[in-house]
């Protein structure tokens, strides 16, 4: 893989986790940084599962002259972190 296409991922792996902390409406830097990890975490298996599963890719980007998977990407970081939101909110509930 390019290097090219790790900062491809990276960038969208940042618009996933701001994403996150604009939707629910609070910022914390922790959060930021929690939801950056999740969303490169997710980023990458996204891009996995279009490689190894030959998905069509229905918004291609162009990175270094080959499709980057842009919708499968962003659909496995957004996810990922929404599914890590929704396990924390349930513990955050169970506790008070």
Same mark, same amino acid.
């Given at each position: 893989?390019?290097?090219?296409?790790? /900062? $491809? %991922?990276? =960038?969208?792996?940042?618009?996933? @986790? !701001? &994403?996150?902390? *604009?939707? +629910?409406?609070?910022?914390?830097?922790?959060?930021?940084? /929690? $939801? %950056?990890? =999740?969303?490169?975490?997710?980023? @990458? !298996? &996204?891009?996995? *599962?279009? +490689?190894?599963?030959?998905?069509?890719?229905?918004?291609?980007?162009?990175?270094?002259?080959?499709?980057?998977?842009?919708?499968?990407?962003?659909?496995?970081?957004?996810?990922?972190?929404?599914?890590?939101?929704?396990?924390?909110?349930?513990?955050?509930?169970?506790?008070?």
């Amino acid at each position: 893989m390019p290097v090219n296409w790790y /900062l $491809a %991922l990276l =960038l969208v792996a940042g618009c996933v @986790a !701001l &994403g996150d902390q *604009l939707l +629910r409406l609070r910022w914390s830097r922790g959060g930021f940084l /929690l $939801a %950056l990890v =999740l969303a490169l975490a997710g980023t @990458a !298996l &996204g891009w996995a *599962l279009y +490689r190894g599963m030959n998905l069509p890719e229905l918004v291609p980007m162009k990175v270094e002259g080959k499709d980057f998977p842009l919708l499968w990407a962003v659909t496995g970081g957004a996810v990922l972190v929404g599914t890590f939101e929704q396990f924390a909110s349930r513990r955050r509930r169970h506790r008070t």
